[in-house]
């Protein structure tokens, strides 16, 4: 935000996300102030080489999340979004509470309810072929609990 870059990209490190989709992203941002790099937007999933179990794990706190929070988004856990700069200067950043999966519906919800839509491009997810993956016990009970916490922040308007 210092360096006054009007587009802010996220992305895995590991290469999970593919990079070849940051100019269809870029492209879309155009028409739309967040653009989210979707695992499930289509006709199927498309993630490649996750164990059914993370899979099952994945689509269903993303529609959990979408329940909640009521979130129009199908990819609400993910980490691979374009952001305007006029998105991030609107939502409070210093009252992010979240961490982990969490953190990714709430930076979603909050701009959401700013008035900034999201539009979903499709990606295709494919597993790092090395290192572990950060989801933990804690990161999951937080994202079941934080998510309600949102929706009553944001029932009474305190998003």
């Known amino acids: 935000m210092k360096r006054d870059y009007g587009l802010f990209l996220e992305m895995d490190a590991d290469l999970s ?4 989709r940051i100019p269809a992203m870029v492209e879309a941002s155009r028409a739309h102030p967040v653009v989210i790099g ?9 993630v490649v080489n996750w164990p059914i179990t993370r899979l099952i794990v994945s689509v269903f706190g993303s529609i959990y999340a ?4 009521r979130l129009p988004v199908m990819d ?10 006029e998105v991030l200067e609107a939502i409070p950043l210093d009252r992010i ?4 999966y969490a953190f990714q519906v ?13 539009v979903e491009l499709p990606i295709v997810f494919t597993e790092r072929e090395t290192g572990e993956s950060k989801m933990s016990k804690r990161i999951a009970v937080e994202a079941v609990w934080k998510l309600w916490k949102l929706r009553i922040m944001d029932l009474f308007g305190r998003l």
């Open 17 to 20: 996300h593919p990079p070849d």
């Open 76 to 85: 609400a856990t993910g980490g691979f979004n374009l952001w305007k700069r």
């Open 66 to 69: 979408r329940a909640v929070t």
């Open 38 to 46: 979707s695992r499930y937007v289509g006709r199927r999933v498309n």
């Open 106 to 118: 709430e930076l979603k919800l909050r701009a959401w309810r700013k008035g900034f839509h999201p």
């Open 97 to 100: 509470e979240s961490n982990g």
